[in-house]
């Protein structure tokens, strides 16, 4: 069997950026960001569109918890994008297929929505599982979009393309599969067009799905 080279989770730098500890940065910036009432309302703090030490903080912690740099507490655009996402996902509910864009005759299938950074595992039109969050492809390196199939699975997967492991790693589509990362799935820019997964997630992803299963790709990755 020749083994695909895989697309990574992000770069080494990226890679070490994200799994830097959960501490505080050495400065926080007092400037008020043209998303500062979105970020208050978004972190349960007062909304009054000032920037405070305290709304710094959460802002801050935030940016780190998510690995979004720089890490100064500032609500641009880059934290309130990872911010409405997120509110995106939760609102996709119980019912991550309504507007049926994913096929609901192939049985068993895996459903990816760029759009809303989106997986879930159906049979049919019965959810199985999810939805959860994923971090596809940055731009010049999207996850291509439609109907694949499951074609090569690796449990300790090792990128030698980006000397990077990829656990769990289902492939679909030339080098992009699904895997779990060590950092954050909501990251900016993204993958180098694999579908990155929190481990809990891709492991479950692991049982439930095998060769031959259907994947379907779909929409389009805000930014890209």
Same mark, same amino acid.
């Given at each position: 069997?020749?083994?695909?080279?895989?697309?990574?989770?992000?770069?080494?730098?990226?890679?070490?950026?994200?799994?830097?500890?959960?501490?505080?940065?050495?400065?926080?910036?007092?400037?008020?960001?043209?998303?500062?009432?979105?970020?208050?309302?978004?972190?349960?703090?007062?909304?009054?569109?000032?920037?405070?030490?305290?709304?710094?903080? $959460?802002?801050?912690?935030? /940016?780190?918890?998510? =690995?979004?740099?720089?890490?100064?507490?500032? +609500? !641009?655009? #880059?934290?309130?994008?990872?911010?409405?996402?997120?509110?995106?996902?939760?609102?996709?509910?119980?019912?991550?297929?309504?507007?049926?864009?994913?096929?609901?005759?192939?049985?068993?299938?895996?459903?990816?929505?760029?759009?809303?950074?989106?997986?879930?595992?159906?049979?049919?039109?019965?959810?199985?599982?999810?939805?959860?969050?994923?971090?596809?492809?940055?731009?010049?390196?999207?996850?291509?979009?439609?109907?694949?199939?499951?074609?090569?699975?690796?449990?300790?997967?090792?990128?030698?393309?980006?000397?990077? $492991?990829?656990?769990?790693? /289902?492939?679909?589509? =030339?080098?992009?599969?699904?895997?779990?990362? +060590? !950092?954050? #799935?909501?990251?900016?820019?993204?993958?180098?067009?694999?579908?990155?997964?929190?481990?809990?997630?891709?492991?479950?992803?692991?049982?439930?799905?095998?060769?031959?299963?259907?994947?379907?790709?779909?929409?389009?990755?805000?930014?890209?």
């Amino acid at each position: 069997m020749v083994v695909p080279l895989a697309m990574a989770a992000a770069s080494p730098a990226q890679a070490a950026t994200a799994a830097q500890p959960t501490s505080a940065a050495s400065s926080c910036t007092t400037s008020t960001g043209p998303y500062q009432k979105q970020a208050e309302k978004f972190l349960g703090r007062p909304v009054d569109g000032r920037q405070s030490r305290a709304d710094c903080l $959460a802002i801050q912690k935030f /940016q780190i918890n998510h =690995g979004i740099s720089p890490t100064i507490g500032y +609500a !641009g655009p #880059v934290t309130w994008g990872v911010m409405s996402l997120i509110n995106t996902q939760k609102a996709a509910g119980h019912d991550p297929n309504a507007a049926r864009k994913c096929p609901t005759n192939k049985g068993r299938i895996a459903c990816v929505d760029l759009t809303r950074q989106l997986s879930w595992v159906q049979d049919g039109s019965r959810l199985v599982y999810g939805p959860v969050p994923v971090r596809t492809g940055r731009d010049r390196y999207e996850t291509r979009t439609g109907l694949k199939k499951i074609y090569w699975r690796d449990i300790d997967h090792w990128s030698t393309l980006y000397d990077v $492991a990829m656990p769990y790693s /289902q492939f679909f589509d =030339g080098g992009q599969a699904f895997h779990s990362i +060590a !950092g954050s #799935v909501w990251s900016p820019p993204g993958s180098h067009g694999c579908v990155n997964m929190r481990s809990a997630d891709a492991k479950k992803y692991w049982s439930l799905l095998k060769n031959g299963d259907d994947v379907y790709v779909y929409g389009r990755k805000p930014g890209t």
